[in-house]
């Protein structure tokens, strides 16, 4: 298998041994984030990918044989996952733009297994943060781009604020 983002988006390439191309695993509008692991024997391989939204990071189980793809992982947020060497369970550190991460054992049907630490959004309480509003700013270029913007308590398109911009260009 071999990650390439050739038509500009990041996907997975079957080879032969030999180095003979075997074809797409992956394609679309989207892209592979991580291969977390190949069940060689079961015939198929373990990615996080952002397929289902930009905003959002799954774990999906992909059929080497014909490319067919099942999300593993439900709901909003991200998910960082380590899979297990029996590709029984994983271990993802969840996390949304409303809630801190948390950190779960789960198995391949998204089922709790075990809670490893539990959000504590009480933490932020004390910060008096609002929820964050997604924004989408059109570049001089015409790309636009997608930034997260949040806004302090009370308010008022009337003052102006100070700023703090973090800026990731991956």
């Avoid at 692991?37 to 959002?56: A, C, H, I």
């Avoid at 969840?94 to 297994?113: K, Q, V, Y």
């Amino acid at each position: 298998l071999w990650l390439s983002e050739r038509d500009g988006y990041r996907h997975l390439y079957r080879f032969a041994r030999s180095g003979e191309p075997l074809g797409r695993l992956t394609s679309g509008e989207w892209q592979v984030k991580e291969v977390v692991g190949v069940d060689e024997p079961n015939g198929f391989v373990y990615v996080t990918s952002d397929r289902d939204g930009k905003l959002e990071t799954h774990l999906y189980r992909i059929a080497l044989a014909d490319g067919a793809m099942q999300r593993i992982t439900q709901g909003r947020g991200t998910h960082d996952v380590s899979m297990s060497k029996d590709f029984r369970s994983f271990l993802t550190k969840w996390s949304s733009a409303e809630t801190p991460p948390s950190t779960f054992l789960r198995d391949l049907d998204d089922n709790e297994l075990r809670v490893v630490a539990r959000s504590r959004p009480q933490l932020l309480e004390p910060y008096d943060l609002r929820t964050p509003r997604f924004v989408e700013v059109p570049a001089r270029d015409g790309f636009v781009m997608r930034g997260m913007l949040i806004e302090p308590n009370g308010f008022d398109p009337a003052v102006k604020y100070p700023v703090v911009q973090f800026t990731y260009s991956g």
